[in-house]
């Protein structure tokens, strides 16, 4: 540490300058003497003829420098000095004890009660002024410190306050997060969905969604951006857009130019497209993983792809429990990657339940993560459940196996209770150039 004294430092170290001294000491010519040295060297002086007077002064007044006798009737000087020290004071005072004890015994005790030099009587003026300065040194590096530290406190302030602002900003980040999931439930008709969405921060990379194919067919998806906090918020939040915002943006959607009709692009086509605009268009270093279902509910035909995210699941009414797909590989990683779309069937009393690998990997206190094994076991003793009141039990479940409340990593899913068939929708046949439309 630097401990030399520069024009740099603050107006608290400046202020040492003006030098305030008691003297205490029942001999009144002794106090004269000790006071006209101290007036010699730039000390304003105050004068205590008892330790009891001096005790009252310094509960009122501040002092740098303190010279007392030991040896008085009433508080002597080391019972003062022992007092003096238990006061609450801002600033640091260099106490000096003037005895003729020469007992090695009595100078530890003074040192024990806080004094800082001792001085043999009759008192020599060069060794009075040396000491004297070795305590203004002191008192210097004193100020020095305190003042670096108001500066220290005041920049904490400023941080505390940036903080505070910064903490305010993520939590209305969290609230739009959480807006981006317009609803949590969504009735089709016959068959119900429900969303879930718990970031492990104030926000994270995780996003749920679905929306509408045709009259009898929805998308939903489920996806993971690399990373967490607001960069993985905001790349997360704008692929959901992609997949979520008009018929007419949707990267999983597509307009026959001959029959001007929306289709479905496949899912691994949609994939497809969702690696190349990372890699083309979007600057950034983070990856995803996606699980994307087709699904027909007319049918409870699954058309499906899964790139890098955990196995999809399904688990049929009787209870049993599925996982289905081959991994695949994240988008935003290698150019040209392929990806291949698998099928499923959903009958009536069947959940599909797409998710984050924030529940898979969520680790107990020794370690152990919850796994697919641990999912499946939910699965199958949650199995009444149902809608949001199942993804309630799961995060409360997840919760009981961490050990707390808050998770080392984001967690989402969006679970499909596929109830019953829902009819097709008739409508009359279209006719283009004379042949039929298919919607």
């Not at 600033?91 to 030099?117: H, P, Q, R």
């Not at 016959?190 to 996003?207: A, E, P, W």
Request: glycine content about 10%; charged content about 25%; some cysteine.
């Amino acid at each position: 540490m630097d401990t030399n004294v520069t024009r740099q430092d603050t107006a608290e170290i400046a202020a040492i300058a003006h030098k305030r001294a008691l003297v205490v000491d029942d001999s009144a010519a002794q106090r004269l003497v000790l006071a006209k040295n101290l007036e010699r060297w730039g000390y304003d002086v105050t004068e205590a003829a008892s330790g009891d007077a001096a005790l009252e002064l310094c509960k009122s007044h501040p002092f740098d420098l303190i010279l007392s006798d030991w040896m008085m009737p009433g508080l002597n000087g080391l019972e003062f000095c022992r007092a003096f020290r238990g006061l609450n004071r801002d600033a640091y005072c260099y106490f000096i004890l003037l005895t003729s004890k020469n007992d090695k015994n009595a100078v530890a005790e003074g040192l024990n009660v806080g004094a800082d030099d001792f001085l043999s009587k009759p008192v020599s003026t060069p060794e009075l002024r040396a000491r004297i300065m070795a305590g203004e040194r002191l008192i210097a590096m004193e100020r020095q410190v305190n003042a670096r530290n108001d500066e220290l406190r005041a920049a904490l302030r400023k941080l505390q306050a940036l903080y505070d602002a910064v903490d305010r900003d993520l939590m209305e980040a969290r609230k739009l997060q959480q807006s981006l999931i317009r609803d949590r439930f969504h009735d089709f008709g016959g068959s119900q969905l429900s969303l879930m969405l718990h970031s492990s921060g104030h926000v994270g990379g995780d996003m749920v969604g679905t929306f509408p194919i045709n009259a009898d067919r929805v998308g939903i998806y489920s996806l993971d951006v690399s990373g967490h906090g607001v960069a993985a918020a905001l790349l997360g939040a704008r692929i959901g857009g992609m997949l979520g915002g008009a018929t007419s943006q949707n990267i999983a959607l597509s307009r026959n130019h001959m029959t001007g009709q929306i289709e479905a692009v496949a899912p691994h086509d949609v994939a497809a497209r969702m690696n190349t605009l990372m890699l083309q268009e979007i600057e950034t270093d983070a990856y995803l993983t996606i699980a994307y279902a087709d699904v027909d509910l007319s049918t409870g035909r699954v058309l499906m792809v899964q790139a890098g995210h955990p196995h999809p699941l399904i688990q049929r009414g009787d209870g049993a429990v599925e996982y289905l797909g081959e991994g695949g590989l994240p988008i935003g990683l290698l150019d040209g990657a392929q990806y291949a779309s698998f099928e499923a069937e959903l009958r009536p009393g069947d959940r599909l339940f797409l998710y984050s690998d924030g529940i898979v990997e969520c680790a107990n206190d020794a370690g152990a993560e919850f796994g697919e094994q641990g999912l499946r076991a939910l699965f199958q003793r949650l199995h009444k459940a149902r809608g949001l009141s199942f993804l309630d039990r799961l995060k409360w479940d997840l919760a009981a196996w961490a050990g707390r409340d808050e998770f080392g990593d984001d967690v989402s899913g969006a679970l499909l209770e596929f109830s019953a068939y829902k009819p097709a929708r008739q409508t009359a046949t279209r006719y283009y150039r004379g042949q039929p439309m298919q919607d």
